[in-house]
Antibody
Framework: EVQLLESGGGLAQPGGSLRLSCAAS????????MTWVRQAPGKGLEWVSVISGSGLITYHADTVKGRFTISRDNSKNTLYLQMNSLRAEDTAVYYC??????????????WGQGILVTVSP | DIVMTQSPDSLAVSLGERATINCKSS????????????LAWYQRKPGQPPKLLIYWASTRESGVPDRFSGSGSGTDFTLTISSLQAEDVAVYYCQQYYSTPSFGPGTKVDIK
């Protein structure tokens, strides 16, 4: 059974940092692209970042480029999102999701339960 | 960036009746080299993450009941629930993966 479990969320101050983790199990982690998607309060789903199975290729949304970094440790079956220079508008529930398709532009066939990140003084 | 819109914002359908949700992309998500539409549909129930229903616009994910179907091409797509069940009450989202992924705003489905 595929499981994705996020951790590392919580309260951060504007300008601060947090690192999210997503522990994966039930599939060959290194074979799949992984993605972070977020949903701010009262807003829609927003794609944040994607990383290839090897970890060599990454893409970030313009709204987080230069501030957030996606990475993975295939030996630990874990996905990360390093979030720096946090802003109030980064407040959201963050989901890790497994790519279901053949490349980085894909649908998502499994999602974690989500982790709340709140950016506030 | 491709902007996704959905209609209606919400709908209420009697049990056993058909529910139809529309999704429109600001540009075509049909990739000519493989003739595939880069569009997915998700169901989201309160307190849960999205669940994949459909990809390639019309391919049902394994385990999804066959009352769910997807259709359309280019910029206009439809998710149809042929006979609404109580457990189908949820918000439904479309997503394009033709370019930088983006989601529609969602359509809430309730029982009339």
């Amino acid at each position: 059974e595929v499981q994705l479990l996020e951790s590392g969320g919580g309260l951060a101050q504007p300008g601060g940092s947090l690192r999210l983790s997503c522990a994966a199990s039930g599939f060959t982690f290194s074979s799949y692209d992984m993605t972070w998607v977020r949903q701010a309060p009262g807003k829609g789903l927003e794609w944040v970042s994607v990383i290839s199975g090897s970890g060599l290729i990454t893409y970030h949304a313009d709204t987080v480029k230069g501030r957030f970094t996606i990475s993975r440790d295939n030996s630990k079956n874990t996905l990360y999102l390093q979030m720096n220079s946090l802003r109030a508008e980064d407040t959201a529930v963050y989901y890790c999701a497994k790519g279901g398709g053949p490349d980085s532009s894909s649908w998502y066939d499994y999602w974690g339960q989500g982790i709340l990140v709140t950016v506030s003084p | 960036d491709i902007v996704m819109t959905q209609s209606p914002d919400s709908l209420a359908v009697s049990l056993g009746e058909r529910a139809t949700i529309n999704c429109k992309s600001s540009q075509s998500v049909l990739y000519s080299s493989n003739n595939k539409n880069y569009l997915a549909w998700y169901q989201r129930k309160p307190g849960q993450p999205p669940k994949l229903l459909i990809y390639w616009a019309s391919t049902r994910e394994s385990g999804v009941p066959d009352r769910f179907s997807g259709s359309g091409s280019g910029t206009d797509f439809t998710l149809t629930i042929s006979s609404l069940q109580a457990e189908d009450v949820a918000v439904y989202y479309c997503q394009q993966y033709y370019s930088t992924p983006s989601f529609g705003p969602g359509t809430k489905v309730d029982i009339k």
